[in-house]
């Protein structure tokens, strides 16, 4: 129940942050909902595990962000250093709202997450204040309109694939050393979803160019 609980609440505040990190840059976030869902589901359980092991509780967050990063770059298909702007001021943001509705609801961070049921509703509380706040700033037009298209290397589609690998291999040798073998399993997943998509805009514009 706990995990199932931490589960459902995670994925809701991982729906929230991505509705914010892509409305701050005017990019329309209903598209990329369903795969979005799909890795923010895989994240959540990875996180679930990683945090269930004192040892590697650190790892989360990080993963969580590069995650994110390789999901803007492969399915949104912006700029590897765009994608980065985008999850970093995303997260950033994320971080200030949260910090807002805990200093009025909360005395602190620190009782916030010692009580079970207070972190499940910060998390809420957290989702739907980003969820309202995206909505005005997608339908009031209010972002930024950075083209991101400046800063792509060449050959981006190769190196990121590449950068997936060796993330891939790196998290492999972490996870086999400490015997998580679940959250290889789910890591694993879910950095094959990105490699199918950066592998298919790779040869969509390899077409592209032969035509």
Do not use: C
């Not at 505040?13 to 976030?29: D, Q, R, S, V, Y």
């Not at 709202?97 to 509380?125: C, R």
């Not at 679940?182 to 160019?209: G, M, P």
């Amino acid at each position: 129940m706990e995990s199932f609980a931490f589960m459902a609440f995670s994925t809701i505040e991982g729906l929230g942050i991505f509705a914010l990190m892509m409305t701050i840059f005017k990019i329309n976030p209903l598209p990329y909902v369903w795969q979005a869902l799909f890795v923010i589901l895989l994240m959540s359980l990875q996180s679930y595990l990683l945090r269930s092991e004192l040892s590697l509780y650190y790892l989360a967050p990080i993963t969580n962000i590069m995650l994110f990063i390789f999901f803007v770059a492969t399915v949104v298909k912006e700029p590897l250093v765009g994608a980065a702007v985008i999850t970093l001021t995303g997260y950033t943001a994320f971080s200030l709202l949260q910090t807002m509705i805990v200093s009025i609801v909360f005395d602190s961070i620190i009782e916030s997450q010692s009580v079970q049921i207070y972190g499940y509703a910060l998390q809420t509380s957290s989702a739907i204040t980003i969820g309202l706040v995206s909505w005005l700033l997608y339908r009031l037009g209010i972002g930024f309109t950075w083209n991101f298209e400046k800063v792509r290397f060449k050959r981006e589609d190769l190196i990121v694939s590449s950068t997936i690998f060796m993330v891939l291999i790196f998290f492999t040798i972490i996870l086999y050393r400490n015997e998580i073998w679940s959250n290889l399993l789910f890591f694993s997943i879910t950095l094959s979803f990105f490699l199918y998509y950066a592998v298919r805009k790779e040869k969509k514009d390899h077409d592209q160019y032969d035509g």
